[in-house]
C-alpha cells in the first residue's frame, strides 16, 4: 500500500519561504510523475506542480516562485516555495501526476500571513 507523508509547512510571512518535502514508500517510485496539490479552505483541491520525464509543469499562479524536484534514491518530491503570498495559505499534498491518484497523506498545513 502507498504512503505518502508531507512535511515542511508551517507560518510564514509575506515573501518568505518554506521547502516542503513528501516522502513516498510502499511504490516504485521511479515510474511514476508526481505533482504537489493544494486545497484552500472552501476551495476545490488545484494541482500546483508536477515533474514527470525530467519536466516540470506549474500552475500560472505560482510559475517563477516555486520549484518542484525529485530524488528518487530517497523516494521524495521537494516544492521549493519563495516569495510566498497570503492566496499560497492552503495545505499541501503530494501524489501521483497524469495517473490515477494514489491514497492522499495528511498533507502539510502552510499559512502565509503577517
Known amino acids: 500500500q502507498v504512503q505518502l507523508v508531507e512535511s515542511g509547512g508551517g507560518l510564514v510571512q509575506p515573501g518568505g519561504s518554506l521547502r516542503l518535502s513528501c516522502a513516498a514508500s510502499g511504490t516504485v517510485f521511479t515510474i511514476y510523475g508526481w505533482g504537489w496539490y493544494r486545497q484552500a479552505p472552501g476551495k476545490q483541491r488545484e494541482s500546483v506542480a508536477s515533474?514527470?520525464?525530467?519536466?516540470?509543469n506549474y500552475v500560472d499562479s505560482v510559475k517563477g516562485r516555486f520549484t518542484i524536484s525529485r530524488d528518487n534514491a530517497k523516494k521524495t518530491v521537494y516544492l521549493e516555495m519563495n516569495s510566498l503570498k497570503p492566496e499560497d495559505t492552503a495545505v499541501y499534498y503530494c501524489?501521483?501526476?497524469?495517473?490515477?491518484?494514489?491514497?492522499w497523506g495528511s498533507g502539510t498545513q502552510v499559512t502565509v500571513s503577517s
Open positions: 501524489n501521483r501526476a497524469g495517473g490515477p491518484a494514489f491514497s
Open positions: 515533474i514527470s520525464g525530467g519536466r516540470t
